[in-house]
């Protein structure tokens, strides 16, 4: 049993075809053409799908069906992208699966698709650095703050399949001058205001950084060279990312929590403030709480968005579907 | 069918008969032992559950299982009482389904055990203010803040039983002078610091109220008699508690939104500036959430105790702790 899994994201689309296991056999990446348009990228994808396709068939392997982790709110029970921010323009209301089901010539209950973040979470719990356990957390700080709570093998997608915004509650942080910092959701004061990678670089300017810092990476750099003030705008932001990942530990009581993104990536100068603020945060329940690093890297979502269309191997496969319909709440 | 629910508080303890589709039939209440020890509590507490049998039994209704709502945090797996604040002394650690059962001369496995505030989120899920919705999330704001998250008709208990602790992650609204304020948990700066009833007490003297205010109650008159900063301390409070329910909306896209506790019973000065607050934070996606008042008042936590006992209608009876069980996580 094999399917392909994609990865569709506002800069680049990756696929790949994953074994019954959860092996990544071979993959492909092009980039979202997020400004032409939904058809123009359900075509390309369809063709990088096809061509995933093609390699299989030459290596003796069939693959019928695809799974999609994509950017947006995506409602799962339709396929359609529920809504969308810009990164992507026209991407509300894209009818997703059946799109590519009809340009991959499948039926369109062979494809299925989620939100990105939560086909993320799924494949570390799958076969990642949640793999074994029977709920996790994963929130990952990049672009954005996401997460996903997987919960019994499937993640809790919400009923809105709004479920995993966890960029958007309230932190302490999130304030300057006694007001609270606007957030790209439309509210303010929210975690993603102040713990995302383009917070970082915001909050250096507004503490008064004078070097240039054209990204976050570079708010990095000048916090390696000794810039007191880019140090200060990175701590700030990992003191309030942890405090938030520690606060919906308490919430969740996840048997692992997971952070990831580019964040999580940067080194120890945010890993471990990160982790003392959410080390603080915690009840006394939760102490000792495993908190680790994702370990799939960018093939995370491939691999949890195949798992959406692979069975267990103890369950028959006209219910392949269920572990993700039964989780819609 | 019928089953047994209990309601075992830090004040008292309630009980009562309930049917296989949710009716209580008659039910009793006596007041918690909570300084005499946990044997004294569970000898009170089959006695109230004996005589509730003997009442069935004379009505011609047979009841031989019993689910129980605590205070503390309970292994439901194992009935125990894994540790608990000193509400009632001595009861971390108290076998709690085990002494009863023994006590009742009932089978182990005829006695089941969840947090309280997880058994009113189940009671209320089944045949109050959620009933017949795929999940919801209930947060109390009483003595402490506590919550559940219900999804598919069972209470997410979270993988140490943990799950619902809404009161203690990072609220904005949680400090003064710059500081964050101690929280009963042994943190600082949580939900519950500021947006509990106690905590309006409190908050009403730090802000330098002059009036006697020997508890909760009494700040809401002196706010009602036009005491300025009684009312402020009230409205604080319900933003504080607004703010959090709605980012705890945004994490877990509840079908519907159920408030209780005694800050919810108190009225429109409270409950409107905190359904203000709480829309304020809402998502785009979650706009239109309900937001409902608890509907079964005292005897939640006695019903939905007695569901963890009494099977739904579509499930055979070996199966009548799976959903339990399944979602312990």
Known sequence: ?????????????????????????????????????????????????????????????????????????????????????????????????????????LPASSVLAVNDVHAHALGEAWTGAAAGTSSSLLVAFGTGVGGSFVLDGAPVLGHRYAGGHVGHFASPYACFDGAPLPCVCGGAGHVEAIASGPAIREAYVRL??????????????????GDAIAARAIAVAAAAAGQAVGGLANILDPEVVLVSGGLADAGERWRQPMEAALRAELLPALTGVPVRPAALGNTAAIVGAARLVLEPADAGCAEFTSALTYRRN
């Open 1 to 105: 049993m094999y399917a392909i899994g994609v990865d569709l994201g506002g800069t680049k689309t990756a696929a790949g075809v994953v074994s019954g296991d959860g092996e990544l056999l071979f993959s492909d990446t092009i980039p979202t053409l997020s400004r032409d348009g939904s058809a123009a990228i359900l075509d390309a994808t369809a063709s990088l799908v096809a061509g995933l396709v093609r390699r299989a068939d030459d290596a003796g392997i069939t693959v019928k069906r695809v799974g999609v982790g994509s950017a947006g709110v995506i409602d799962a029970a339709r396929g359609v992208v529920a809504s969308a921010t810009d990164a992507i323009a026209g991407w509300a209301g894209t009818a997703l699966t059946a799109g590519l089901a009809a340009r991959l010539d």
């Open 208 to 225: 008064g950084g004078s070097a240039p810092a054209a990204d976050t990476r570079a708010v990095f750099g000048l916090a390696g060279s």
